[in-house]
């Protein structure tokens, strides 16, 4: 057990919907990050979050969106949802947001859109 | 821009058998840090090592060792007599001091060892 928590574990919804996954990071991190596994795609990162400001953005498309609240947990919003972007969706906290950081990931959110 | 390749998708050995998975990187800082995880079967992602680019000391956890290699930018991770819990999909990955501090995943490399 990593520590890092996300909810739901699965997620069934349909094409044009909108869907909130949430992470609770790591007792004493500060720092939130949100991948994306997909078949296609590989394991890729979307976007980075350290005490509440965004720190990095990947390849995150306009539709999404994320958050750090001031309790550190974290949201990531997906909205008019296509089946593409059916996918394992990752949290991942560490302790400062550096590099040299390690990174533990949470169970995953398990995305299927119909 | 960093980059993290597997070139192996599929490894299958037997029971016993040692492995190694290969993992080759790419980047232009001189500051970096690489890592190995490990998704088994029930899909969540666990942290297994982490690495400095200026501590090149091979290490060895258990049947687990890692090599790493600054002259050919490689990073690979050997299972010594592999058992069927050690199946499972291992990922290279790497970090740097500068601005991406994010993770850049290869694309994985799925062990299956058969009894």
């Known amino acids: 057990d990593s520590g890092v928590t996300q909810t739901p574990k699965h997620l069934i919804t349909a094409t044009g919907q909108r869907v909130t996954l949430r992470c609770s990071p790591r007792s004493g991190d500060l720092s939130v990050y949100w991948y994306q596994q997909s078949l296609d795609q590989g394991l890729q990162f979307l976007i980075q979050?350290?005490?509440?400001?965004?720190?990095a953005k990947g390849n995150i498309l306009e539709r999404f969106s994320a958050q750090q609240f001031p309790d550190l947990h974290s949201e990531l919003n997906l909205s008019s949802l296509e089946l593409g972007d059916s996918a394992l969706y990752f949290c991942?906290?560490?302790?400062?947001?550096?590099?040299?950081?390690?990174?533990?990931f949470g169970p995953g959110t398990r995305l299927t859109v119909l | 821009a960093q980059k993290v390749t597997q070139a192996q998708t599929e490894i299958s050995v037997v029971e016993k058998e040692d492995v190694t998975l290969d993992c080759v990187y790419e980047t232009r800082d001189t500051t970096y840090y690489l890592f190995w995880y490990k998704q088994p079967p029930s899909g969540e992602l666990v942290f297994l090592i982490r690495r400095n680019s200026f501590d090149e000391q091979n290490e060895i956890s258990g049947r687990y060792s890692w090599n790493f290699q600054k002259s050919t930018s490689s990073f690979n991770f050997t299972i010594t007599a592999s058992q069927v819990v050690d199946s499972a999909v291992y990922f290279c990955?790497?970090?740097?001091?500068?601005?991406?501090?994010?993770?850049?995943f290869g694309s994985g490399t799925q062990l299956t060892v058969l009894p």
């Open positions: 990955a790497l970090s740097e001091a500068g601005s991406a501090r994010q993770l850049t």
């Open positions: 979050y350290y005490n509440g400001e965004e720190r």
């Open positions: 991942a906290s560490s302790v400062s947001g550096r590099g040299a950081d390690t990174q533990y």
